[in-house]
């Protein structure tokens, strides 16, 4: 604390909310972003942190963060029991790419569809096939997709959450219109959303069916200005290796967004993640 101190006037102290402490200094409150420290070491002794107060404090500590998450260690995956709520954390954050790519799932779309009788539903929570075909395609494409997002009253096809913060909005306009006062309805939708953030992609299905790569083509260049997609070859690691000095200054590498527990315990389960993560080529995550 003395020496951030000797670092930062007081003004930009003040003005940043800068604040020093452990978890429960921070209960209640966030900061945009967070550095947070496992505080053991590679070579010392140390006890599994395993009781349920252990798991509370790391919910706390990891849900403080709006944007992002620095985690600092020296202690490797090979050091942890795996029921230490540290190994979990630091697996977690190690392995990110593989968990992203090892939960992405394509939905099987019918081919060829029916020629008579009735079309078979698309699966929960979709609401056509059109939009199942276009998540297919983001998935391909390696980002991750939230299909009928709920949004202050709202519901959005398809959402991606871009790693500089950007919620783009990717709407499937349709294989059925709805009529005039829906459309008007869901443009009214679009203005109040785009005035609080939100980027909007409409897709029309018409332009889709004639020349897929066409109407997407603008639809990657958005994701690509606001997202890092998932590694496709991501391999898991088992632990990471202390390196040399000179492999720190390696250029840090985007990691993508994901917002889902850490923990997986019904209890005191943990509701929010930071949403990308960088990663050192060397003991030290950010996250």
Request: with cysteine.
């Amino acid at each position: 604390h003395n020496l951030l101190l000797e670092k930062v006037n007081s003004k930009d102290y003040q003005e940043r909310k800068i604040m020093v402490g452990n978890p429960a200094s921070f209960q209640g409150d966030e900061r945009d972003i967070i550095f947070l420290s496992l505080v053991t070491a590679h070579d010392h002794p140390r006890k599994a942190l395993t009781k349920v107060e252990y798991k509370r404090r790391f919910n706390v500590a990891t849900s403080r963060a709006k944007d992002q998450l620095w985690l600092f260690h020296s202690v490797r995956l090979k050091d942890l029991t795996k029921n230490d709520f540290r190994y979990q954390l630091l697996d977690y954050i190690v392995n990110y790419n593989t968990i992203e790519f090892e939960q992405r799932q394509l939905i099987f779309v019918p081919n060829p569809k029916p020629r008579y009788g009735e079309e078979p539903k698309p699966p929960n929570p979709f609401r056509s096939w059109f939009e199942v075909e276009v998540y297919n395609n983001i998935i391909n494409k390696g980002y991750k997709v939230e299909p009928a997002y709920k949004v202050a009253g709202y519901e959005i096809d398809l959402v991606v959450f871009g790693a500089d913060g950007t919620k783009i909005a990717i709407e499937c306009d349709g294989d059925y219109w709805h009529g005039d006062e829906q459309f008007e309805k869901d443009m009214q939708r679009q203005e109040i959303l785009e005035r609080a953030g939100w980027q909007f992609f409409r897709i029309l299905y018409s332009h889709y069916i004639n020349d897929k790569h066409q109407a997407t083509a603008q639809l990657w260049d958005v994701l690509r200005r606001h997202s890092t997609p998932v590694e496709t070859r991501a391999k898991k690691q088992d632990n990471t290796q202390l390196q040399d000095k000179s492999t720190q200054e390696e250029q840090i590498k985007d990691m993508g967004s994901k917002q889902s527990s850490i923990f997986k315990s019904s209890e005191n389960e943990v509701t929010k993640i930071p949403r990308f993560f960088n990663l050192y080529q060397s003991g030290n995550y950010i996250v």
